[in-house]
């Protein structure tokens, strides 16, 4: 079975800065892209950053030039680094992963039990 687990998520102050991890584990052939959505109540998920093979990145909009995603391949992890952090901010982070349990079957979508992030003085 495949697993992500998130972590890093907590309380901070405007302009300040949290790094969450998304690992993922259990059978895994292949990733092709992992990445980062949040959601806030009555709100849709939305993504927020993702990395694909050949480390190409996607931002949304909002996050342009205060957030970082990356990721090591080794040990199957996706980070995100989120500086200068705003109050609009605050939200649930899922972690999501496009990938292979097997070389045998298509590419599914995968996500985690997602991490808090709250930005408030």
């Known amino acids: 079975q495949v697993q992500l687990v998130e972590s890093g998520g907590g309380l901070v102050q405007p302009g300040g800065s949290l790094r969450l991890s998304c690992a993922a584990s259990g059978s895994i052939f292949s990733i092709n892209t992992m990445g980062w959505y949040r959601q806030t109540p009555g709100k849709q998920r939305e993504l927020v950053a993702t990395l694909t093979t050949g480390d190409t990145t996607d931002y949304a909009d909002s996050v342009k030039g205060r957030f970082t995603i990356s990721g090591d391949n080794a040990k199957n992890t996706v980070y995100l680094q989120m500086n200068s952090l705003k109050p609009e901010d605050s939200a649930v982070y899922y972690c999501?992963?496009?990938?292979?349990?097997?070389?045998?079957?298509?590419?599914?979508?995968?996500w985690g039990q997602g991490t808090q992030v709250a930005v408030s003085s």
């Open positions: 999501n992963a496009v990938l292979k349990w097997s070389k045998w079957y298509p590419f599914s979508n995968y």
